[in-house]
């Protein structure tokens, strides 16, 4: 994305011109003639934000919650390739030209590795889930799109999300025209109370409330988690109001100390959870791999069951045809090399993120001590890649910028996770990307931006 | 995607359960409460073919419209990701640091690989792209969803489509809920008095036609091509009906004889011309990497001039983030190893259609002579994968199922490639999958079914 110069507008006729549109010299369109996303500042708060951090590369930047990059390597990737193909050969039986095919040629919309992402589920997270309702996707993103498109009948019907929540989430559902109600956070993840009161409000007003989106472990931006107790109120809540849970959750197996807890989706009896999974931070995010286990009852013409897997497969179709077997077989490689276990997989990354979790926190406590603290305060997040900072100002984009131009560091400002996009006095630090001198610069030069405000 | 069992229905309270939906137990959704294109019979068509080839794998397939499998090759592909990390590191003097990142980290929206799509599309189609009015996408699939869901800013505003077409842009239109107005097929490749009579028949009901769909060479289904007369006046019409046109072209690298006609884009001095480019006919379809030109000029808020692709970037961010580097990595390096043209990557690929294609229509030849052809009849296309036989009874997908059950050969029915969907007496054929001899045999399958009729 980039601002178009001189020398286009020259050669451009635009509506300006007495002579556009019918001398056919350039197809001219209006913002206000496409999509209303287009024209909605959330679809472009992430271009924002990449921007200013281009503007300012030595600036260390708090602001991306990405994955650590020390332990990429192109020979892993090599061998991932290697590893499936002979897993394909020698497991499921497949000929030479058999592989080939599974690897290179069009394939099964629905995904090849749906057997693998099974036994990681069963493994890792208690998740007894049936290869044929997992949808391997481009991304957790294409799978977002692929539920809210399916659960978007008309108008009516809405999307109920956690606020503050996850940025993509609202854009793939303005993507498919759905309205999303903010259902209020509380001290144990979420406010169950505002739950029922906005899927109450909303039926009262004439639309259906769908399901509600959330991320139990180590959330964005909050990095909060649900305590099981809260888990299991909310599954209750959920049966009780009739609506689907989309639990997200990129972040589960980074416990920075203690025990994981059970995902909803283990905890599930009455298939009320749609669970979305995501290979970004666990194998890598160039791979674009994630998917979406969907075992809710379809009923369909003729009362014939099927399953939301199937129909988020046909809409997948139509979307993207198929995840990249090529990118499916780098996931895949690397949960054969550890026995289908992404635990066992990451044990180095989930050291290193909770080791990076600890220095900004003692950072943090370090630079403002609790009898200094004049308005300074964050939170403790048990794992994951974030951590909540409030301060005694607003943190405009106005002022990160300044923050990257004059103190040479990044952050996001909180207000970017609420549909209102009010000013909040919240900035959210991820330390997943940087290296231990890093993080201790960063915290100084954040220190000093602070204290100057 | 496959039918649930007893099993699955037995631990299951359906619909008909008096204690649905309070109880709990099951979160049960009907397929009525579902999106609106779940109940088309458009979006399960594919899936219905697949089913009748799976059950039938010993046919000989003339339906898939899949390329040639015999040159595929995993050392390839190992070599096509370490020919671009050369190229990041040796030409755009990348670190290892920053190519590891490049390649695994997540990535820039639009592609990582745009400047060697805009050098092919200047060496082999003539087109002049400026890399940044390219959006590299999952598939050609991901661009065209991206384009209508740009291009649809309410009911009012509609595509039009040659008719018939790839099944493919009618799916991605049902997603992004855009109406499509079919546009009828001449002996020249496209009706453009029918153009003019659509488009304003659309503007005279309220309706606003947005763009006008084709496949200008080697067409899918038809396999016809446009002139160069007709080319330019499509293009002429576009600007008189202020319409953009939405040129697709998996084929045009495969003429089996002859000149290769100017593209569309390349023709186009307007800005009139979005291109979606595939290279999953030319590279890998295990890639999925597909790609869209689109320079035309956006009018932003503030008067602010940008393009369209960039536009397509905003939303592609909340569909799927970006396409998989280490798939775009595998494109790029089969480009790097043929300086950049596919037309050199693809002498093999090309040759080998260009026989099939013969070998499909001297042996249709030879099995209906035409004194005693009785109304069997096809068209002789210049080139691409595809051939139409019009037989003297109606192609309905049971007698498909009969011709793979008891003939032991597939074919596509020609009413899916239709909105109507009605019953058509012509069936598509592709050898472009096939061996000779296996041509051979399933045109013997092929006559002997249709004789039988």
Request: glycine residues 8%; charged residues 20%.
């Amino acid at each position: 994305m980039t601002a178009v110069g001189d020398d286009f507008a020259a050669t451009t006729v635009t509506a300006a011109s007495p002579a556009y549109p019918r001398a056919g010299l350039a197809a001219s369109l209006a913002i206000e003639t496409l999509h209303g996303s287009l024209s909605d500042p959330a679809l472009d708060s992430m271009n924002l934000l990449n921007e200013i951090a281009q503007h300012h590369p030595g600036a260390v930047s708090f602001a991306a919650g990405r994955p650590y990059e020390g332990f990429f390597a192109l020979e892993d990737v090599h061998r991932y390739l290697d590893t499936f193909c002979e897993h394909l050969a020698a497991d499921r039986g497949l000929s030479d030209e058999e592989v080939r095919r599974t690897l290179f040629q069009y394939g099964r919309t629905n995904g090849v590795i749906n057997d693998l992402v099974a036994a990681h589920l069963a493994v890792d997270e208690g998740i007894d889930a049936d290869p044929e309702s997992i949808v391997v996707t481009v991304g957790c993103q294409e799978a977002m799109f692929l539920v809210l498109r399916a659960l978007r009948r008309d108008e009516r019907d809405v999307a109920l999300a956690i606020s503050p929540t996850y940025v993509g989430f609202g854009g793939a559902a303005q993507l498919a025209d759905m309205r999303v109600l903010p259902v209020r956070s509380g001290p144990e993840g979420i406010d169950l109370a505002d739950l029922a009161a906005v899927a109450g409000f909303a039926r009262h007003a004439g639309f259906r409330p769908r399901a509600c989106y959330l991320i139990p472990d180590f959330a964005n931006p909050l990095g909060v988690s649900l305590s099981l107790q809260q888990r299991r109120r909310l599954l209750e809540a959920a049966a009780e109001l009739d609506i689907l849970l989309l639990e997200d959750n990129p972040y589960g197996l980074f416990p920075a100390a203690g025990e994981r807890l059970p995902t909803l989706k283990s905890l599930d009896t009455g298939r009320r959870v749609v669970y979305f999974g995501s290979f970004a931070k666990t194998v890598l995010p160039g791979a674009r791999v994630g998917y979406v286990v969907a075992d809710q009852p379809v009923l369909g013409p003729d009362c014939r069951l099927g399953v939301l897997a199937d129909e988020l497969s046909k809409i997948k179709s139509m979307l993207t045809v198929n995840t990249s077997p090529v990118a499916q077989a780098v996931v895949a490689g690397r949960l054969l090399e550890h026995g289908g276990s992404l635990v066992a997989a990451n044990v180095r990354e989930s050291a290193l993120y909770a080791r990076n979790l600890g220095l900004v926190l003692d950072g943090l406590a370090r630079r403002f001590p609790a009898e200094a603290r004049t308005g300074v305060s964050w939170n403790a997040p048990d794992g994951g890649f974030f951590v909540v900072v409030t301060v005694p100002f607003a943190t405009t984009d106005a002022l990160l910028e300044e923050s990257a131009r004059r103190y040479g560091v990044l952050w996001t400002p909180m207000h970017h996770f609420y549909t209102s996009r009010e000013a909040t006095c919240q900035l959210r630090l991820a330390g997943s990307l940087l290296e231990p001198e890093q993080i201790d610069e960063g915290l100084d030069r954040l220190a000093a931006f602070i204290r100057a405000q």
